[in-house]
């Protein structure tokens, strides 16, 4: 397990900047891990859907991209719908669970326990990247999501689990 404190960078876009992220880290990280492996699986928390990592594989059978974050008309960056699924040979390696404000640690552990196993089981990532944003915390200033350390801190315990080369980043923290 690599945990890369400063990453999670998710939103930027190969040919502009957007949500205040100007590199990629995870779509970098995910592009050098396919040297070392076949099939890699991006794992999303962070409060915003990881729009820039989906788009950059949205179209590839060998990144599967899964994320739970906030998805409501107007709020940033306004993707993720269920109805976002890849295409192409990337049809069916997009999982996005959108969820309402209000979503507490039961919520999120209730999602990763419903379906993350099931993604794993039927994709077998050699490789799992997974960006946890820490503006899904209870108290952060979207005031959206009511997740705790713990409750994030066991998602991170489940993503180990797996037994996988794992490299892990926390996701931009914003003050008000």
């Known amino acids: 397990v690599v945990v890369n404190w400063f990453g999670g960078w998710h939103h ?29 699986l ?18 590839s059978s060998t990144v599967l991209t899964y994320s739970i974050h906030k998805h409501q008309s107007g709020f ?14 990337g049809l069916g390696y997009s999982v996005n669970i959108p969820l309402r404000d209000g979503a507490t640690d039961t919520t999120l552990l209730r999602v990763i326990e419903g379906t993350l196993d099931k993604v794993v089981e039927r994709f077998k990532p050699e490789a799992i990247v997974c960006q946890c944003g820490a503006d899904g915390l209870s108290g952060d200033p979207h005031q959206a999501f009511n997740y705790t350390p ?8 489940k993503v ?9 980043g ?6 008000s």
């Open 12 to 40: 930027g876009q190969p040919d502009k900047a957007e949500g205040f992220c100007y590199v990629n880290d995870c779509v970098l990280a995910i592009r050098q891990l396919r040297n070392y492996f076949h099939r890699i």
């Open 76 to 89: 940033f960056p306004g993707t993720g719908g269920l109805d976002s699924r890849g295409e192409g040979k």
């Open 42 to 59: 991006y794992i999303d928390i962070d409060l915003h859907h990881g729009n820039g990592v989906e788009t950059a594989f949205y179209q």
């Open 160 to 168: 180990v689990s797996y037994n996988k080369p794992t490299l892990a």
């Open 170 to 175: 926390r996701g931009r923290v914003q003050s």
């Open 150 to 157: 713990k409750g994030m801190s066991e998602v991170v315990s």
